[in-house]
């Protein structure tokens, strides 16, 4: 991978997210530009995007680390295709979960080479106070032992159906830790995260058709248990409380984290 100052310009603008915008880069390659306030990101997602790739997870190859606008961000392999989200419809949230399943249990086969550890992400974490970080690190003692190549964001948004299978995007938050605590944080994505008072009724209820099908097809297919992906709630229940303090669940994200 390069790390170059690029004079060349960005294409068409092909999407945005809360910490980057994605521009077309030539014909096969996007390049993911990163805000200014998540500039810190660049480097952390290109190294671990690089090591999952490196590893044989069909993830997105990297390429450069380029500059434009003033800003930073990443060379991607461009890939194309509907995200397995477009798929969940009126009826589809069962199937849709089934497939995430499949998909995550087949990440997890991984040793997770050239990763860090989740605990070593706790301990350097500049956004805990000494309390916090106490309290989180003995959240991951509890956890099950194991260390496998763990995505940290996984949902249907960051699955993309290819002609030739699945590509999973967004490796920032990838580390080497047990599959539960993985299992664990996307239950939290699923159930919890973005809710609010004003999120409707049919919403809720396919997140927690989707939520128990992508459990149950998750443990049916692994040898990870019920028990473990339970023991990991807390610590992930706790990380979403800090990413939304005021989640339209807090209350129930609070009792998980008191459950630990």
Not at 3 to 8: F, G, K, P, Q, Y
Not at 108 to 117: E, M, Q
Not at 198 to 205: E, H, K, Q, Y
């Amino acid at each position: 991978m390069d790390d170059t100052n690029s004079a060349r310009s960005k294409g068409e603008r092909l999407g945005a997210g809360a910490s980057a915008e994605l521009f077309a880069w030539g014909t096969d390659r996007v390049l993911k530009l990163f805000r200014r306030e998540f500039q810190h990101v660049v480097d952390l997602e290109a190294e671990r995007s690089l090591a999952v790739h490196r590893l044989g997870i069909p993830a997105p190859k990297v390429f450069e680390i380029a500059e434009v606008d003033g800003r930073r961000g990443i060379v991607f392999e461009r890939v194309d295709g509907p995200t397995l989200m477009s798929f969940v419809g009126p009826h589809g949230a069962g199937r849709v979960a089934a497939a995430l399943a499949e998909v995550h249990a087949a990440i997890h086969r991984f040793d997770a080479k050239g990763l860090p550890t989740l605990r070593s992400l706790v301990e350097s974490a500049l956004d805990l106070d000494a309390q916090s970080r106490r309290a989180s690190l003995a959240r991951i003692d509890r956890m099950p032992r194991g260390k496998v190549v763990c995505h940290g964001d996984l949902h249907p948004g960051n699955v993309v159906i290819t002609p030739d299978g699945p590509m999973i995007l967004d490796w920032v938050n990838a580390t080497a830790a047990p599959a539960a605590a993985d299992v664990a944080r996307t239950l939290m994505l699923i159930g919890y995260q973005g809710l609010s008072d004003r999120t409707p009724a049919p919403i809720r209820d396919a997140r927690r058709e989707m939520l128990d099908a992508y459990l149950s097809a998750y443990l049916e297919s692994t040898r990870v248990t019920r028990d473990e992906v339970a023991r990991c709630e807390p610590a992930m229940a706790a990380a979403l409380l800090r990413a939304e303090p005021d989640n339209g669940e807090r209350e129930a994200l609070r009792r998980i984290v008191e459950s630990g």
